[in-house]
């Protein structure tokens, strides 16, 4: 386990929002603890985020030659992760395609990862283009959205202290 301390500026949040987010969809979130300094202008939330490093993207946690999200993604993600596969399976089934025509596993880790919620996040997404966002966007937001209500976050997975 590693820590990684992060200082955001109230007011001027930009940069350093970028950075924390990046930091957080790349490796494997612990916990996060957090602090919010009162000092007028200079006000700023301080972070101290417990995580495992990049051995935990979905490149490296590998068993028999595959990703192995279980591992990868929270018991609460995995779920949701499951039910993702779920809908794309009947997809395409209805649809007579290969799964992977539709998302890609490690897309739908992804969409759970960012915390997806609009067409346009989705489409940020390495390897998902308009075409299918167009196709099969909205069916998986609206199960992502679905299951967001049905499984709330617990507070330590939210960074809630």
């Keep these: 386990m590693r820590m990684k301390f992060f200082t955001i ?40 985020i417990s995580y495992h490093e990049a051995e935990s993207s979905p490149a490296a946690v590998k068993r028999r030659g595959k990703v192995d999200y279980k591992e990868l993604l929270s018991e609460r993600d995995f779920t949701i992760y ?41 489409q940020e997404i390495n390897g998902i283009g308009e075409g299918r966002v167009e196709k099969y966007g909205r069916a998986f937001l609206e199960l992502l959205e679905q299951t967001r209500v049905e499984l709330p976050a617990k507070a330590e997975e939210n960074g809630a202290t």
């Design 9 to 48: 500026p109230a007011l001027a949040f930009d940069k350093t929002e970028g950075e924390l987010n990046r930091f957080l969809a790349a490796n494997r979130i612990l916990g996060v603890d957090r602090q919010f300094i009162a000092d007028g202008v200079n006000s700023h939330w301080c972070l101290c």
């Design 82 to 122: 499951s039910r993702l596969r779920d809908l794309r399976k009947r997809l395409a089934e209805q649809q007579g395609i290969p799964l992977y025509a539709l998302f890609t596993n490690e897309q739908m880790a992804t969409m759970i990862q960012r915390r997806v919620s609009t067409l346009a996040q989705l």
